[in-house]
């Protein structure tokens, strides 16, 4: 199992850009959540899926959006980047049946707007 | 809402010193309580996590948790620090049931000193 892929490791956008940050799980958890990461704020969470097909707005949803087409991808979308998106992303995944939730995470994406 | 504060930002502790971080949760009902470690430039390592049961949970690479309701804290353990344990530590509670929706603490940096 490779479990929580991020694809890229490393962007650099410029503002305005759009992007996909790729997120995929080969562990069939209905759970998938995206995170961002900034010093002394923790993780917060921006978007999450409770399986394909479903998704809901975390604590900060602005200028970021999800689909979950099938139930291993979890991409997160930037439509137009700005200085505030500097960050780094985290996908996590988990399901309800292994380990009473816990959550498995990726090795992240760090992200500069310019 | 629920909400963590790890009241200490920075620790410094000598090798082979024992070590007790902090965290404070509020949630109104039973929370589901984890402990995360994330190395320098890492993704996160789930160290341990309580649900129910013994309110002692043990976790990985020697670290225990004690859960305290009456005073909602989850303050997390090591008898004798090793130097590989310089990281930074976050505290985070999950909603009953509803383990993709985390609310983390800001987090405790950790220094060994030799």
């Known amino acids: 199992n490779a479990g929580v892929t991020q694809t890229p490791k490393f962007q650099v956008l410029k503002t305005g850009q759009s992007m996909t940050l790729q997120c995929a799980q080969d562990m069939n958890h209905e759970y998938m959540s995206w995170y961002r990461q900034d010093p002394g704020m923790g993780l917060r969470l921006i978007h999450y899926?409770?399986?394909?097909?479903?998704?809901d707005q975390g604590e900060v949803p602005n200028g970021y959006n999800v689909s979950r087409s099938t139930t291993e991808d979890f991409p997160l979308r930037l439509l137009s980047a700005a200085p505030s998106q500097t960050s780094v992303y985290f996908c996590?995944?988990?399901?309800?049946?292994?380990?009473?939730?816990?959550?498995?995470f990726g090795p992240g994406t760090r992200l500069t707007v310019l | 809402a629920q909400s963590v504060t790890q009241p200490d930002i920075h620790i410094t502790v000598s090798e082979g010193a024992s070590l007790e971080l902090r965290c404070n949760y509020s949630y109104g009902a039973t929370p589901y309580l984890f402990w995360y470690v994330q190395s320098p430039g890492q993704g996160l390592q789930l160290l341990l996590k309580y649900f129910s049961g013994d309110t002692l949970v043990q976790g990985i690479k020697g670290f225990e948790a004690e859960f305290k309701r009456s005073q909602s804290s989850f303050n997390l353990r090591k008898p004798s620090v090793h130097w590989s344990d310089a990281a930074e530590y976050f505290c985070a509670v999950g909603a009953t049931g509803g383990g993709n929706k985390l609310t983390f603490g800001t987090g405790t940096q950790l220094k060994v000193e030799l």
């Open positions: 899926s409770v399986g394909a097909g479903i998704t």
């Open positions: 996590a995944s988990s399901s309800p049946a292994a380990g009473r939730d816990e959550q498995f």
